[in-house]
């Protein structure tokens, strides 16, 4: 059975290599789409830097709020950029890069329609640049999480979304194999839901009193659970077992997960909402599909486990798959985080503390962005030719990994200090008092995150492609 | 014909399964949920009084970033009044019940702050009234002036809070603020 599901996970790449996508290089290293991808991860860690130092700044104002005082840089101003910045700009564009070559290898073509791609990623640069101007002019929709920039730049956003979609659609479309790899539902469904997703969030028809909230809800929700996670989970799906040089553990689990995932995750949006005015029964709902959320979680982490047990030594010598593999700990954990957060019983603590704060950071960084870096370090050099010292990606792993650890331990015990406070019945002051002291250990995690990502910069430079000439030789040789 | 071959039943499956679930977790309760009406005494605000405007600023400023209009009906939330009830979001766009609660709630801070004085020096400088406070100061909504000129609003911010020989003066858009800040008030109900 085991031995079957796993055969199962490689068939389509394994058997009946097309004729036409073996004569020359590897489907996705077309010195075309190793520019495309290459471009999108440059734009995406520009967006890295720039999103994350308007999060240290912010982070910064908590314990210094004199700093920086002038409109533009307002906490209540940039607090949106941040966000607004790591999720659209950094790990979106990040992750579509990494998409835009699994879809091919996966589909052992080409990639179709690069030039959509292309005006997809300057559509997304010019939504965030106008985003970034009029988010710092207080232009806004209002406190809506991740739904902040107004319509008519949104539309910019949903523009590109499209035509990314597009040509990822179009590559496993024309697939040269029969079946579709499992990386690939993962993404094109992603797509359709955030797809869905946007338009259902800017839609104003039902958005009046508590109907805005309720949108709310499974907006800012979903936008994680249906967008970033499939997106991860489908690009691990590949990257892993190719790191690992081993199929994966099994295919029949990763299928489970992506339905449940869709089912489930939808459901729960309105735990960001218990003890308010959303009516009883979507609260209850939210609740018990919380700890459905186990079964996804589980079934995708613990075959990416399974995957990786017996390759210990493998998983030793490379920061790449430990980064990876950092990110599925970090999935597990957020989420069996995410589902106890859910209870009413816990809400009553740790609801509107700083704890949200960390749990998010946990989803993003943790989670996400660790993934991210395992796959970039893990694929980019295979297909551009230049290999990094493991050193590189080290220094890169433990700045990011400790202060991770340290912002979201400091910013956790700030939620349960706050939440101590308020049950306690002290005058709201204190659980300002209680908190500041972590606001400054979250404060040095934020900038050993920034060194971090200056250290991937500086790696991504290092991994650029190779000059055209002796690219076909070495991509065939990977 | 299986999903596992069929690249566009996949999409067409996994797209309807999530329209379905979008309509019926959010789409449909949330038409529902605009049917709540207004809370008898809650009153529309005329776009451009000073009540209206200052909302407008505090959207712009996000001050609902970091405090909530959201009290649950739970003892640790009854210093900021009883629990929110749909009614009070009625007339609401949008409603800003909030996610955080980094500064206290303001559902009632109109009726537990109600003076101007305090208020204005407050977003002049939150820490001239509250000495740990790490709430941004708004002093680009106040004059620095040599003199208050006739009819000038003069904030008394104490003297090592502001720039030597000056008065701080509030301009239109603060006195909004406050004047929307002084209208939070939850409309009382009887159970």
């Not at chain 1, 988010?135 to 990314?164: D, H, K, M």
């Not at chain 1, 609801?351 to 704060?357: I, K, P, R, S, Y």
């Not at chain 2, 605009?34 to 600023?57: C, F, M, N, W, Y």
């Amino acid at each position: 059975m085991k031995c079957g599901s796993r055969l199962a996970g490689l068939k389509p790449i394994l058997k009946n290599p097309p004729m036409n996508a073996t004569l020359a290089r590897p489907a996705g290293t077309e010195p075309e789409s190793i520019k495309l991808i290459y471009h999108f991860l440059c734009w995406a860690s520009f967006w890295l830097i720039v999103g994350t130092v308007y999060g240290l700044l912010a982070a910064i104002k908590l314990y210094w709020p004199e700093a920086v005082e002038f409109s533009l840089f307002s906490f209540g101003r940039i607090r949106p950029i941040h966000t607004t910045i790591v999720f659209f700009g950094w790990a979106s564009m990040a992750l579509m890069a990494l998409t835009l070559f699994v879809v091919a290898r996966t589909s052992k073509i080409p990639l179709q329609a690069p030039k959509m791609a292309w005006i997809g990623l300057q559509l997304w640069n010019v939504c965030l640049l106008m985003g970034l101007i009029t988010l710092s002019l207080g232009i806004s929709t209002g406190p809506q999480e991740y739904r902040e920039v107004i319509g008519p730049i949104a539309i910019f956003y949903a523009v590109g979304l499209l035509l990314i979609f597009y040509s990822c659609y179009q590559t496993v479309a024309r697939r040269a194999t029969p079946e579709i790899y499992i990386s690939n539902w993962y993404i094109l469904g992603a797509f359709c839901w955030m797809t869905i997703l946007s338009v259902t969030a800017y839609l104003p028809f039902y958005q009046d009193g508590m109907g805005n909230i309720i949108i709310q809800g499974y907006y800012m929700h979903n936008g994680v659970g249906l967008w970033f996670t499939p997106l991860v989970l489908g690009i691990t799906y590949y990257a892993l077992p190719r790191m690992l040089g081993k199929p994966i553990y099994s295919y029949a689990l990763g299928v489970l997960g992506f339905w449940t995932n869709m089912v489930f995750y939808t459901l729960i949006g309105a735990h960001h909402y218990i003890f308010s005015p959303v009516p009883w029964w979507l609260q209850t709902t939210a609740i018990l599909f919380s700890v459905g959320m186990m079964v996804p979680v589980w079934s995708g982490s613990g075959n990416f486990f399974l995957t990786a047990h017996g390759s210990w030594h493998k998983v030793r010598r490379s920061y790449a798959i430990i980064f990876l593999l950092t990110g599925i700990w970090g999935y597990a954990l957020v989420s069996t985080q995410g589902t106890i957060e859910a209870f009413r019983s816990a809400n009553v603590y740790w609801h509107f503390t700083n704890f949200t704060v960390g749990h998010s950071h946990l989803a993003m960084y943790g989670f996400v962005s660790f993934a991210i870096w395992g796959a970039i370090y893990g694929l980019l050099p295979r297909i551009t030719g230049n290999e990094l010292t493991e050193g590189a990606i080290g220094l890169h792993f433990w700045l990011a990994f400790v202060g991770g650890s340290i912002y979201v331990i400091s910013i956790s015990i700030a939620g349960i200090l706050q939440g101590a406070s308020w049950v306690a019945g002290d005058s709201f002051i204190a659980s300002v008092d209680a908190a500041a002291p972590m606001w400054l250990w979250r404060s040095i995690g934020g900038f050993m995150m920034v060194a971090s990502h200056i250290v991937f910069i500086v790696n991504l430079w290092n991994m650029r492609p190779k000059r055209e000439t002796n690219l076909l030789d070495e991509a065939v040789a990977v | 014909m299986s999903l596992q071959t069929n690249h566009k039943l996949l999409i067409a499956t996994s797209s309807t399964i999530f329209l379905i679930l979008t309509m019926t977790i959010a789409i449909l309760p949330a038409f529902e949920a605009q049917k709540t009406g207004p809370l008898p005494g809650i009153e529309s605000v005329e776009p451009d009084s000073p009540i209206a405007q200052g909302r407008l600023l505090y959207l712009k400023e996000g001050c609902a970033t970091c405090h909530t209009q959201f009290v649950r009906d739970l003892p640790v939330d009854n210093p900021y009044g009883r629990g929110s009830l749909a009614g009070d979001y009625a007339l609401e766009s949008p409603p800003l019940l909030g996610t955080q609660r980094t500064g206290p709630d303001l559902s009632n801070v109109g009726i537990r702050q109600p003076s101007d004085v305090w208020n204005l020096i407050h977003l002049y400088n939150p820490r001239a009234v509250v000495p740990t406070s790490v709430m941004p100061g708004y002093p680009w909504y106040f004059e620095e002036k040599e003199q208050a000129a006739e009819n000038d609003v003069v904030v008394v911010v104490p003297d090592r809070f502001k720039p030597q020989g000056t008065v701080i003066v509030a301009t239109a858009e603060a006195l909004s603020l406050v004047a929307y800040l002084q209208s939070l008030k939850q409309i009382e109900v009887v159970r």
